[in-house]
């Protein structure tokens, strides 16, 4: 097992952690809710890492000090963003520790690690709990020095900046309304990913997909980016405004920088004003732009500036939004990620997650009509506890007409969704889909928690049981039998469709063979199964 890194291994690693951060640019991109013209979190880090990947192509040398301060010099050179800035500065710390080692341990990573977390803090006027800063924050905390070889080491990091990344979304309300993990924090762990997959030498395939826990984090689920109007607001400072300070004067000191910012902050916000006195990076959103150059010019020469109209990007923001809705809309509620994807295919144009054991508020579901780009959304509770909250965010909802169809199973909302027709009118679809309801049976096979007798049944702690929406039908012990006994009871006469959706307990085979099961006992009927994903129940039933 490896303990220590020397510079070739310190250059491998930063390489492979870049090059997980690209391949995963798009999966950090779909977190990033936020819509500033800024640019996308993914992109933003990515192409700041691969600047310091150019700065590091063009170092020869191979000493933990020429490759470290290839690192930093590189990463702050191409920082865009203010996740890319605040990745910049994680490295910089990373590297003022490193550059002093003769080889790396364990005990001297989390030194660096600490001081990444002091200068990239210090680099930003207002830190928030809940982001990026919070996970290195977090992961330099419980870095564990006393590893016994950095693969356990990395590991360690990579568990921890997964446990507070999870809880990121109840450090800051806007994660939590949007249903995601941060952004900037989840491009830290694949970096870390990475840094780990260069260790060991495995191979970083382009696209791969990564399935995660911690990917799953969103509770909604759309198929294009999550903006809403809302979303969109007013913009207070006006102009982006980007650029390099270079050959500082000669009396400048650190002081002179940080008096800089302090300007900056008193004339915009998203003030980042990072480097030392060979160069500076400065980034800030105000309205005067002019003046923080003519504050800069005090220090040293400007280059490269970038001045970008943030007014103009936010109305263009605004017409695309208004150009792209649409007059009719669906939102359903649902929980497992096969039963989300059915939904999805069927054009849902927003999942909620929620369901039996996790019923969502009122809030929850208005937030999520927020994302709905349309005048009249549809809204599929599937679940008759949910109904009601519904119909409760009609209220919370402006400028959109919420239609709640009570449907209180899957089964019962896929079938209505089937009847959407958008060349139809509201109110036709409205109809066809709260009729198709009645034609459609539904039951569920789980589990007891507790011994009791109700509707004429003795049951134990553990039983299986088959209930309908309204009442336990059928119990036994064992999950196939007890779902032949449902679909039993389910059946009328005129049945001609069986559907069975398996929950998360259940295999792909296991599936398979009850499906055969299932058509071998009800041979006039048609028999399909798919992969519903759903926790606690076993099995999803529907008979129409």
Same mark, same amino acid.
């Given at each position: 097992?490896?303990?220590?890194?020397?510079? %070739? +291994?310190?250059?491998?690693?930063?390489?492979?952690?870049?090059?997980?951060?690209?391949?995963?640019r798009?999966?950090?991109?779909?977190?990033?809710?936020?819509?500033?013209p800024?640019g996308?979190?993914?992109?933003?880090? =990515?192409?700041?890492?691969?600047?310091?990947v $150019?700065e590091?192509?063009?170092?020869?040398?191979?000493?933990?000090?020429?490759?470290?301060?290839?690192i930093?010099? +590189?990463a702050?050179k191409?920082?865009?963003?203010?996740?890319?800035?605040?990745?910049?500065?994680?490295?910089?710390?990373?590297?003022?520790?490193? @550059?002093?080692?003769?080889?790396?341990?364990?005990?001297?990573?989390?030194?660096?690690?600490?001081? +990444?977390?002091?200068?990239?803090?210090?680099?930003?006027s207002?830190?928030?709990?809940?982001?990026?800063?919070?996970?290195?924050?977090v992961i330099?905390?419980k870095?564990?020095?006393?590893?016994?070889?950095m693969d356990?080491?990395?590991?360690?990091?990579? #568990?921890?900046?997964?446990?507070?990344?999870?809880?990121?979304?109840?450090?800051?309300?806007?994660l939590?309304?949007?249903?995601?993990?941060?952004?900037? &924090?989840?491009?830290?762990?694949?970096?870390?990913?990475?840094?780990?997959?260069?260790? #060991?030498?495995?191979?970083?395939?382009?696209?791969?997909e990564?399935?995660?826990?911690?990917?799953?984090?969103?509770t909604?689920?759309?198929?294009?980016?999550?903006?809403?109007?809302?979303?969109?607001?007013?913009?207070?400072?006006?102009?982006?405004?980007?650029?390099?300070?270079?050959?500082?004067? $000669?009396?400048?000191?650190?002081?002179?920088?940080? #008096?800089?910012?302090?300007?900056?902050?008193?004339?915009?916000?998203? %003030?980042?004003?990072?480097g030392?006195?060979?160069?500076? @990076?400065v980034?800030?959103?105000?309205?005067?732009?002019?003046?923080a150059?003519?504050?800069?010019l005090?220090?040293?020469e400007?280059?490269?500036? @970038?001045?970008?109209?943030?007014?103009?990007?936010?109305r263009?923001? $605004?017409?695309?939004?208004e150009?792209?809705?649409?007059?009719?809309?669906?939102l359903?509620?649902?929980? &497992?990620? &096969?039963? =989300?994807?059915?939904?999805?295919?069927?054009?849902?144009?927003?999942?909620?997650?929620?369901?039996?054991?996790?019923?969502?508020?009122?809030?929850?579901i208005?937030?999520?009509?927020?994302k709905?780009?349309?005048?009249?959304?549809?809204?599929?509770?599937?679940n008759?506890?949910?109904?009601?909250?519904?119909?409760?965010?009609?209220?919370?909802?402006?400028? $959109?007409?919420?239609? /709640?169809?009570?449907?209180? =199973?899957?089964?019962?909302?896929?079938?209505s /969704?089937?009847m959407?027709?958008p060349?139809?009118?509201?109110?036709?679809?409205k109809?066809?889909?709260?009729?198709?309801?009645?034609?459609?049976?539904?039951g569920?096979?789980?589990?007891?928690?507790?011994?009791?007798?109700?509707?004429?049944?003795?049951?134990?702690?553990?039983?299986?049981? +088959?209930?309908?929406?309204?009442?336990?039908?059928t119990?036994g012990?064992n999950?196939?039998?007890?779902?032949?006994?449902l679909?039993?009871?389910l059946?009328?006469?005129?049945?001609?469709?069986?559907?069975?959706?398996?929950?998360?307990e259940?295999?792909?085979?296991?599936a398979?063979a009850?499906?055969?099961r299932?058509?071998?006992?009800f041979?006039?009927?048609? /028999?399909?199964?798919?992969?519903g994903?759903?926790?606690?129940?076993?099995?999803?039933?529907?008979?129409?």
């Open positions: 097992m490896q303990k220590v890194i020397n510079g %070739v +291994g310190l250059r491998k690693l930063f390489l492979s952690g870049a090059k997980m951060v690209e391949v995963k798009q999966v950090i991109d779909a977190l990033n809710v936020f819509p500033v800024d996308d979190t993914g992109t933003n880090m =990515s192409l700041t890492l691969q600047a310091a $150019k590091l192509a063009q170092q020869s040398g191979n000493e933990i000090s020429a490759v470290a301060e290839a930093s010099k +590189g702050l191409g920082a865009r963003g203010n996740s890319g800035v605040i990745t910049s500065q994680i490295l910089r710390g990373l590297c003022d520790v490193f @550059k002093d080692c003769g080889e790396i341990d364990c005990k001297s990573f989390v030194k660096a690690l600490k001081r +990444g977390v002091e200068v990239s803090y210090k680099a930003v207002k830190p928030k709990e809940g982001t990026m800063l919070t996970v290195i924050r330099a905390e870095a564990p020095q006393g590893a016994k070889d356990s080491f990395l590991s360690e990091v990579i #568990r921890v900046g997964e446990d507070i990344l999870a809880q990121t979304p109840e450090m800051l309300d806007v939590k309304k949007a249903g995601v993990v941060d952004a900037g &924090g989840k491009g830290l762990i694949y970096f870390f990913k990475g840094m780990l997959c260069g260790l #060991r030498g495995e191979e970083i395939a382009p696209g791969e990564d399935h995660s826990a911690s990917d799953a984090g969103p909604i689920d759309v198929a294009e980016p999550m903006v809403s109007y809302e979303d969109l607001g007013d913009i207070e400072f006006a102009y982006c405004t980007e650029f390099f300070v270079t050959h500082l004067m $000669k009396k400048t000191t650190q002081a002179d920088i940080e #008096r800089l910012r302090e300007k900056l902050m008193a004339i915009g916000d998203s %003030v980042l004003v990072v030392d006195l060979e160069f500076v @990076k980034h800030v959103h105000t309205n005067r732009p002019g003046q150059l003519t504050y800069a005090q220090l040293g400007v280059d490269r500036i @970038k001045i970008e109209n943030m007014l103009e990007q936010n263009q923001l $605004k017409k695309l939004y150009a792209q809705k649409k007059e009719q809309g669906m359903a509620i649902c929980s &497992g990620e &096969g039963l =989300s994807a059915i939904f999805k295919d069927l054009t849902v144009d927003v999942i909620l997650e929620g369901g039996q054991t996790m019923n969502p508020s009122a809030e929850d208005a937030a999520a009509v927020r709905v780009n349309a005048s009249h959304i549809f809204i599929f509770p599937n008759k506890n949910i109904i009601l909250a519904a119909e409760q965010a009609k209220a919370l909802v402006e400028g $959109k007409v919420l239609h /709640v169809i009570p449907t209180k =199973s899957i089964p019962q909302g896929i079938s /969704v089937l959407f027709n060349e139809a009118t509201v109110e036709e679809n109809v066809n889909m709260s009729n198709a309801i009645e034609n459609v049976e539904s569920s096979v789980t589990y007891a928690v507790r011994s009791t007798s109700v509707d004429g049944l003795d049951l134990n702690e553990g039983d299986i049981i +088959g209930l309908n929406n309204k009442h336990i039908l119990k012990s999950v196939d039998d007890v779902t032949l006994a679909i039993e009871k059946k009328k006469p005129t049945s001609e469709m069986i559907s069975l959706y398996y929950g998360a259940v295999s792909e085979e296991q398979s009850l499906c055969i299932v058509a071998e006992a041979p006039e009927c048609e /028999v399909d199964v798919h992969m994903g759903q926790p606690i129940y076993y099995y999803i039933v529907s008979v129409e």
